[in-house]
């Protein structure tokens, strides 16, 4: 059982970050676990609820490698996703998408064009500013052809 809190962010960062809760919860286990080893643990008063997903392939290899040594594994996991909780939108977006983030963070100080592609559309954009939206808490980049969420796009180079 997770906070109900947990669950809440779950279903808003799914929407905001286009992905299925499935997809994020194998995601934050992989990259949060690292964090949660490297001794990051909070835990949250919350009402109690249940979290299900299923395992992808490679997450279910790479579970089974980190929690071999567990004692306690309902609460290995509770950690992990009470430590993403607790992260501000902005840094658990960061973590998540690091690759992205260094690849934009190039373009940008390069001042060079960058191929995105935004919903059902290819633009040609220089990249001018890479900022946390003060309405959102999210990435949002500042280019020649407007501002976007860094969920929005996907690089095309």
Same mark, same amino acid.
């Given at each position: ?5 947990v ?5 808003r960062d799914?929407?905001?970050?286009n992905?299925?809760r499935?997809k994020?919860?194998?995601e ?10 490297q001794?990051?643990?909070?835990e ?14 490679s997450?279910?290899e790479?579970? %089974?490698?980190i ?5 306690d594994?309902?609460k290995?996991?509770r950690?992990?996703f ?16 690091r690759?992205k ?6 373009y940008?100080? %390069?001042?060079e %064009?960058?191929?995105?592609s ?6 040609e954009v220089i990249v001018?500013e890479i900022k946390?939206c003060q309405?959102?808490?999210y990435i %949002?980049?500042k280019?020649n052809?407007g501002?976007f ?7 095309i180079y």
């Amino acid at each position: 059982m997770v906070s109900k809190l947990v669950l809440d962010i779950l279903d808003r960062d799914s929407k905001h970050f286009n992905m299925t809760r499935e997809k994020l919860c194998n995601e934050i286990l992989i990259i949060f676990s690292i964090r949660k080893m490297q001794g990051i643990d909070r835990e949250e008063l919350d009402e109690k609820t249940y979290l299900q997903f299923t395992l992808t392939q490679s997450t279910t290899e790479y579970y %089974k490698a980190i929690s071999s040594g567990i004692q306690d594994e309902p609460k290995f996991i509770r950690n992990i996703f009470t430590g993403y909780t607790h992260l501000n939108p902005f840094y658990r977006e960061i973590i998540l998408f690091r690759d992205k983030l260094i690849v934009l963070k190039d373009y940008c100080l %390069k001042k060079e %064009k960058l191929h995105i592609s935004i919903g059902n559309r290819l633009e040609e954009v220089i990249v001018e500013e890479i900022k946390r939206c003060q309405m959102t808490d999210y990435i %949002k980049l500042k280019t020649n052809k407007g501002e976007f969420y860094l969920n929005e796009l996907r690089i095309i180079y």
